[in-house]
């Protein structure tokens, strides 16, 4: 267990709805990263928040996008949903900027 | 951050060492050699890192090489739960950089 949970575990719904999934750091950890891993193009880096601050963005669509609380939780919103969007989402989490990152058990979504 | 290149796949039999090698040999001095491993469809699970020497903790070992062009990840006794997929990553520490795995090694221990 690495400490960082995520909910759900998944997820089904069709295409062009809108879905948000949610990601809880370990505790202490400030930053916040989302991955993608789907069948043809493996574990992608989408986006990284730092203390509430967007820090990076990798692959992420301009139909995602997502944000980190006070709190520090995560939130990924996924939009106008395709059936390629189907797929693992993972977030990591991290002490600082570039600490080791722990990974979340994923949520799993499927476009119908 | 270097690229690096790793078998596809490997067999190890239960009980016994498993040695998997990584080349990275456009490596930088800021750089640091990481390892995960994802067991099917699991969160990558973080194993071990290192820069320079060789680094033992209660998963595994990480030897570089002097020049440190490849490394390899080191299961003293793999077990069935050992079969994942082994990512090797470089990294650098220094300053900012994402995570960037490539395609790993499937290995499968067998009974």
């Known amino acids: 267990d690495s400490g960082v949970t995520q909910t759900p575990k998944h997820l089904i719904t069709a295409t062009g709805q809108r879905v948000t999934l949610r990601c809880s750091p370990r505790?202490?950890?400030?930053?916040v990263y989302w991955y993608q891993q789907s069948l043809d193009q493996g574990l992608q880096f989408l986006i990284h928040?730092?203390?509430?601050?967007?820090?990076a963005k990798g692959n992420i669509l301009e139909r995602f996008s997502a944000q980190q609380f006070p709190d520090l939780h995560s939130e990924l919103n996924l939009s106008s949903l395709e059936l390629g969007d189907s797929a693992l989402y993972f977030c990591?989490?991290?002490?600082?900027?570039?600490?080791?990152?722990?990974f979340g058990p994923g949520t799993r979504l499927t476009v119908l | 951050d270097a690229k690096t290149t790793q078998p596809t796949s490997m067999d190890c039999a239960e009980g016994r060492a498993a040695n998997l090698p990584c080349n990275h040999s456009?490596?930088?001095?800021?750089?640091?050699v990481y390892w995960y491993r994802q067991i099917h469809s699991q969160g990558p699970q973080y194993i071990i890192h290192?820069?320079?020497n060789n680094e033992t903790n209660e998963m595994a070992s990480l030897i570089i090489t002097e020049d440190r062009k490849s490394s390899t990840l080191i299961l003293p006794h793999a077990t069935l739960r050992d079969t994942a997929v082994y990512y090797c990553?470089?990294?650098?520490?220094?300053?900012?950089?994402?995570?960037?795995f490539g395609k790993g090694t499937m290995l499968l221990v067998s009974p």
């Open positions: 928040y730092y203390n509430g601050e967007e820090r």
């Open positions: 505790s202490g950890d400030l930053s």
């Open positions: 990591a989490s991290s002490v600082a900027l570039s600490d080791t990152q722990y």
């Open positions: 990553i470089v990294r650098d520490n220094s300053g900012y950089s994402t995570l960037t």
């Open positions: 456009t490596i930088s001095g800021n750089e640091y």
């Open positions: 290192g820069l320079k």
